[in-house]
């Protein structure tokens, strides 16, 4: 199927500002279609320990998340660069270098309560909206999204891999995702501290070896401004919170032994 040819703006983005017309439906069925794109390109470890223990935590900490139930969903990619990311509407991708650089279960909860936070504000929906709304008309994307229905969301998906949409979130989403992601994964029982401990491992791991965090220093902002940010909030996050938090788990030192002895060597993205 083809996109509508390009056509002039109808009106004013600065009119349009705040409209929300993708709705939760549509953002996981967009999300969906993206993560079977996904999958095609990317060496998914298929190890049911390790799955099963990260989409266990991936589902405690959803369940502290704001915002729409979404149906989150956990993939581990077999990468031994330390990243993850997520797609609109539930869609979490880990990889594998993540459970290798980290030293307990609490920075793992970190990482992924950040990609939980990305989904939960619906950054990516946001910003396929302004995107298309740079495009078309909000008259086509009616049409589209709206009375074409599945067809229009698998549309608007495909434009959104070929524009490359989910590269990269702005500063301000990063920002946010930090903060709401701490306070996804104090509110479901982990000591916030393990989200500052992956970024100061980050930073160690790039001077030691930048190629194993460089597609993270691309994307996202450097870990310095981020640890500034965190270390106060999760400070005052950690008194008020009711119950012991928790930073380790014999769980966590199962999968990480596996991961690093006894599965075969990850691949590499480059
Ligand atoms: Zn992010």
Redesign the pocket.
């Known amino acids: 199927m083809k996109w509508p040819p390009r056509r002039p703006l109808a009106c004013s983005l600065v009119a349009l500002a705040g409209i929300t017309f993708i709705s939760v439906p549509q953002e996981i069925e967009i999300g969906r279609e993206e993560n079977r794109q996904v999958r095609k390109r990317t060496a998914e470890l298929h190890d049911a320990q390790v799955t099963a223990y990260i989409t266990r935590i991936g589902r405690r900490l959803a369940k502290a998340a704001p915002g729409a139930k979404y149906p989150y969903s956990f993939q581990v990619a077999d990468y031994r660069e330390i990243n993850a990311f997520s797609l609109p509407g539930g869609p979490v991708w880990l990889n594998r270098g993540v459970l290798h650089a980290a030293g307990n279960e609490s920075q793992v909860a970190g990482v992924l309560a950040?990609?939980i936070a990305?989904i939960a504000q619906r950054h990516a929906a946001d910003q396929l909206e302004k995107t298309l709304l740079a495009k078309w008309s909000l008259g086509m994307l009616g049409a589209m999204l709206g009375n074409v229905g599945g067809a229009g969301t698998a549309q608007a998906a495909g434009a959104m891999v070929a524009d490359g949409v989910f590269l990269k979130?702005s500063r301000d989403d990063?920002r946010e995702?930090d903060r709401v992601g701490l306070e996804i994964m104090t509110k479901a029982g982990w000591d916030g501290r393990g989200m500052i401990e992956l970024f100061e491992t980050l930073r160690r791991q790039q001077k030691r070896d930048p190629n194993a965090v460089d597609v993270f220093f691309s994307t996202?902002p450097s870990p310095a401004d981020r640890i500034q940010n965190l270390t106060a909030a999760a400070a005052r996050l950690r008194r008020s919170a009711a119950r012991q938090a928790v930073r380790d788990t014999k769980e966590f030192r199962a999968v990480k032994a596996r991961v690093v002895l006894k599965l075969p060597a990850p691949h590499s993205m480059r």
Do not use: D, M, R
């Open positions: 950040h990609e990305h979130f990063e995702a996202h």
